[in-house]
């Protein structure tokens, strides 16, 4: 018998290659929007200035930081109100579209999302923030944004080694999301759809960085899985990588492309269909080992302790991330595992060939 409970995120999703600017303004210009706040990240300048020509930009915001500081967020706050804004367009990763979620958490101003890496955040209900060495996530149906543009035309220019590594990170998504607090069938077939297409989009993408039919399958496999994620949850991987992204200010994509083998090994003997959809996608390894292969294979950095992650960090990452552990995970989880599973992917230990399942 088959039963559960999904909600499906209402958005709308402009996708086509060549379009951005033209279908920003009609984004906009369906919103109604006249005091546009523009968020542009610094690899986007040009389309930025382009997209300010065609619409109402009142306020600009040039300055985006990862794991979007607090006092950003506020300072972000202030202009949007002090500028009368009425809509938010954020152009660039998935630092411009935390900083504009923070802004229509606090505000409820509409965003239209244009994204350039594959983070997936556009399409998630999910803030997070970053206080100290701390970061906090949380969910508003306010931050999800009203409408998402995508143009694989964008992602030209990102360089190889950011578009896998971020490419890594919508794998992540759809992997975390098989054993989610609200995990159900429509987002395992999401998430397997959004695996399909990541994995050789991947693959062609990183031995031909120019193949624009490559960047455009990871987006379309990417949008997929953020998709999934959203609707499923938080799991362990994406409770792990938080913890570390706001304890130690590491890489948001590369720890989630260094951690989620580990993850995957952790949790795969007791969730064997998440772990056999992974297999059948990665070519039929053992879904662990594929995952840390195609991270090598795709040249992302090896281990924690290359993003700069201290190895006395570990004990102080396992407690912070012991509480956070969803019941929902497909195992028990002591501080014990934790530390061990940190302490592979610090030292980015090779996962050993299993039987395929």
Request: hydrophobic content about 50%; overall charge negative.
């Amino acid at each position: 018998m088959i039963e559960f409970d999904h909600t499906t995120l209402g958005q709308r999703v402009l996708f086509a290659r060549g379009q951005a600017v033209d279908n920003i303004v009609s984004a906009v210009g369906d919103l109604s929007a006249s005091r546009v706040l523009l968020v542009a990240d610094s690899f986007v300048t040009s389309l930025a200035d382009e997209m300010a020509h065609r619409v109402p930009v009142v306020a600009r915001i040039d300055d985006v930081v990862q794991h979007v500081p607090v006092a950003n967020g506020r300072a972000a706050v202030d202009l949007a109100r002090l500028e009368a804004v009425d809509a938010v367009v954020c152009i660039g990763g998935g630092s411009s579209t935390g900083l504009a979620k923070f802004v229509a958490r606090d505000t409820g101003i509409p965003i239209v999302a244009v994204p350039t890496t594959f983070a997936g955040s556009e399409a998630t209900d999910v803030w997070g923030q970053t206080d100290g060495d701390r970061k906090t996530t949380g969910s508003d149906p306010k931050v999800l944004p009203r409408v998402v543009v995508y143009d694989a035309a964008l992602f030209a220019s990102l360089p190889a080694r950011l578009a896998v590594a971020s490419g890594l990170n919508a794998v992540a998504h759809a992997v975390d999301a098989f054993w989610a607090p609200r995990a159900d069938p429509i987002d395992t077939a999401l998430g397997t759809e959004g695996l399909r297409a990541l994995v050789p989009g991947l693959r062609a993408m990183s031995e031909n960085p120019d193949n624009l039919d490559a960047r455009e399958a990871t987006l379309y496999g990417a949008y997929l899985a953020a998709v999934a994620f959203a609707s499923a949850g938080s799991a362990l991987h994406h409770k792990i990588c938080h913890v570390l992204g706001g304890a130690f200010g590491l890489s948001h994509a590369d720890t989630h492309a260094v951690v989620l083998p580990y993850v995957m090994d952790f949790n795969g003997p007791a969730a064997p269909d998440a772990a056999r959809r992974v297999s059948d996608a990665l070519g039929g390894s053992s879904a662990a080992r594929g995952l840390y292969d195609l991270r090598r294979d795709l040249g992302v950095v090896d281990s924690l302790s290359q993003l700069g992650m201290p190895e006395d960090g570990i004990d102080t990452a396992a407690e912070r991330i012991i509480a956070a552990v969803p019941a929902s995970n497909p195992r028990p989880v002591a501080l014990a595992d934790l530390r061990t599973l940190l302490a592979a992917a610090w030292a980015g230990d090779p996962i050993d060939e299993q039987e395929r399942v």
